[in-house]
């Protein structure tokens, strides 16, 4: 190995050591349970929906355009009128992970919980502790502006039937501790397939091509396919290239990821420390399909 | 309903289908899709900075040898790129295979201010490459990477070529 060579991995190294150098942020305090929250709600994005361009913090109100009319996201700050701070952990959990409202009522899917709903109860019960100590904002939900029958929630349970798989995320024994650790990320709080994967002609994830690419994606964008089949770029990178085109956006070829994945970038891989971003890589490079 | 509710999705589903065919048809012989005119010219200016990105990645990455006056040639030309950004945006120049979107001349000043600021940006780039210290070159680097993303994030819709 040539001197050069071997400062620049130095230089690389000392990257890994510190998680999230990006972020101009610390380290995230596991022992602390709100810092561990904040760190779970990064890697949940979740302010990609619920906070809106010009918006407060988490207050909702984000439009979200799909073939079925206008969801426009509801306010999660601890708000006990207009939020959710009258919500009990149960409440949490059972919205998070079965996709039901403390009424009963069933959600959209438009709200990933059908990914969340692979997150472990310790991380969920973190992640509510950190909203629960966000800013309060009054601001009453907007109604979506959806086309009939879609504005029949009740249709959803007839959905849920068919498509979600609530299962909670099971360990593969026969893999490592860091492809599981992967293997939650994508398929629980980093949603990933949510995106990345083609769905069915009522609009479930295909979970037989999980991953695969989704030629009509959120707002009509060409998400490419993450699997390492050669048909997708991704299988022509190297390791270094997925951590940067996760951690900073940027592809091999220089240009710069956009659209929605954007958005995963700034507020979620992006602030992921590198052993997280590298498990994710390891799930990527042998997932099943 | 049920047929119209499945109707509905099924002509979406078709319409991909075609598309597939579409883009199996085309193919990527074309450098830039085949554009022309200014998009054309706006691509080439896009190329040259994803250029000038990539050799600076590389040394980042640890697949380069790491040489601050490469670095901070490569961050004066994406310095000097930034005021031409505009000129080659006129009102809706949206013709295929243009990724811009309609919101770059409905946010103006927005977008012109991330032009202004990739300069800025690629300006701090060259000074602390000529400082030679590798880690504020790394952070200052993932810095300015951040205004090429948050730029595509809001006004390029990724089109398959």
């Known amino acids: 190995m040539k001197p050069s060579t071997l400062k620049a991995l130095t230089i690389l190294s000392s990257m890994l050591i510190s998680p999230i150098t990006w972020a101009d942020k610390d380290t995230p305090e596991v022992s602390d349970p709100v810092k561990s929250g904040e760190y779970i709600f990064n890697m949940g994005g979740c302010s990609s929906c619920h906070t809106a361009k010009e918006g407060k913090a988490l207050a909702g109100g984000l439009a979200m355009e799909t073939p079925f009319g206008v969801f426009y996201t509801p306010n999660i700050t601890p708000d006990k009128e207009t939020g959710i701070g009258d919500w009990s952990d149960e409440d949490f959990i059972r919205a998070m992970t079965k996709g039901e409202a403390p009424d009963g009522s069933h959600y959209y899917p438009t709200f990933p919980y059908t990914s969340y709903s692979k997150m472990s109860r310790h991380d969920l019960l973190a992640l509510k502790d950190y909203l629960n100590q966000q800013t309060p904002v009054v601001s009453e939900n907007r109604p979506h502006d959806l086309s009939f029958p879609f504005n029949l929630r009740s249709l959803m349970g007839f959905w849920k039937m068919v498509n979600f798989d609530e299962t909670p995320f099971v360990p593969d024994k026969d893999k ?67 951590l940067f085109s996760i951690q900073i956006g940027m592809t091999p070829d220089g240009d710069f990821l956009g659209g929605s994945m954007g958005h995963v970038i700034e507020n979620s891989t992006g602030k992921l420390s590198q052993e997280d971003l590298k498990a994710i890589i390891e799930y990527l490079r042998d997932s099943e399909s | 309903m049920k047929t ?95 990724e811009a979107l309609p919101a770059i001349w409905e946010e103006w000043d927005q977008f012109s201010a991330l032009s202004d600021k990739l300069s800025d940006e690629a300006n701090k780039l060259q000074e602390v490459a000529q400082g030679g210290d590798k880690r504020a070159i790394t952070m200052q680097f993932a810095k300015l990477g951040k205004v090429c993303s948050g730029c595509h994030t809001d006004y390029r819709k990724k089109e398959e070529k």
């Not at chain 1, 091509?209 to 989704?214: D, M």
């Not at chain 2, 509710?5 to 598309?19: D, I, M, R, V, Y």
């Not at chain 2, 085949?34 to 697949?63: F, S």
Request: hydrophobic share 35%; aromatic share 6%; with cysteine.
């Open chain 1, 176 to 242: 490592s501790q860091v492809w599981n650790r992967g293997a939650y990320i994508v398929n629980g709080p980093g949603h990933c397939g949510e995106c990345h994967s083609p769905r069915n002609l009522i609009g479930g994830v295909k979970s037989e091509e999980a991953l695969a690419g989704n030629l009509e994606g959120p707002e009509g964008e060409k998400v490419p396919g993450l699997t390492m089949a050669k048909e997708n770029r991704v299988s022509q990178w190297s390791d270094e290239d997925l």
């Open chain 2, 4 to 98: 119209t509710f499945n109707t509905h999705l099924f002509s979406k589903q078709a319409l991909s289908a075609l598309f597939i065919v579409g883009t199996i048809f085309t193919g990527t012989v074309f450098s830039h899709g085949g554009a022309t005119g200014v998009v054309k010219e706006r691509m080439e200016l896009m190329k040259e900075v994803g250029d000038n990105m990539k050799q600076v990645g590389a040394m980042v990455k640890g697949q380069a040898p790491f040489d601050s006056m490469t670095i901070a040639k490569n961050a004066k030309s994406i310095s000097d790129a930034g005021p031409h950004i505009t000129k080659l945006f006129p009102n809706d120049s949206l013709h295929k295979p243009s």
